[in-house]
Nanobody, 116 residues
Framework: QVQLVESGGGVVQAGGSLRLSCAAS????????MAWYRQAPGKQREFVAA???????NYADSVKGRFTISRNNAKNTVYLQMNSLKPEDTSVYYC??????????WGQGTQVTVSS
């Protein structure tokens, strides 16, 4: 099993930046891919970005060019660098890990609030 803990959220003004972290523990050797999602109040959870074990990345169109996902294998941590933040980026951000035949449970999430 893999456990995930997200951190790094906060309140920032529009145009500002934040870096989120997702620390993994447990059976981390079996992780193939990790992804960030977000959920705004009253909306469905949506995909934000993902990174594979080979460091291939993909992004939602709404964050391309502003967000960057990266990983530090030595620290078993995935990051989401968020620049040029907009009020519509306000959400609870979650990470998730994927193996070849399993998907991790959701972490507790971290709140990001962007003020206009």
């Amino acid at each position: 099993q893999v456990q995930l803990v997200e951190s790094g959220g906060g309140v920032v003004q529009a145009g500002g930046s934040l870096r989120l972290s997702c620390a993994a523990s447990g059976s981390i050797f079996s992780i193939n891919r990790m992804a960030w999602y977000r959920q705004a109040p009253g909306k469905q959870r949506e995909f934000v970005a993902a990174i594979t074990s080979g460091s291939s990345t993909n992004y939602a169109d709404s964050v391309k060019g502003r967000f960057t996902i990266s990983r530090n294998n030595a620290k078993n941590t995935v990051y989401l660098q968020m620049n040029s933040l907009k009020p519509e980026d306000t959400s609870v951000y979650y990470c998730r890990a994927y193996g070849s035949s399993w998907t991790s449970a959701w972490g507790q999430g971290t709140q990001v609030t962007v003020s206009s």
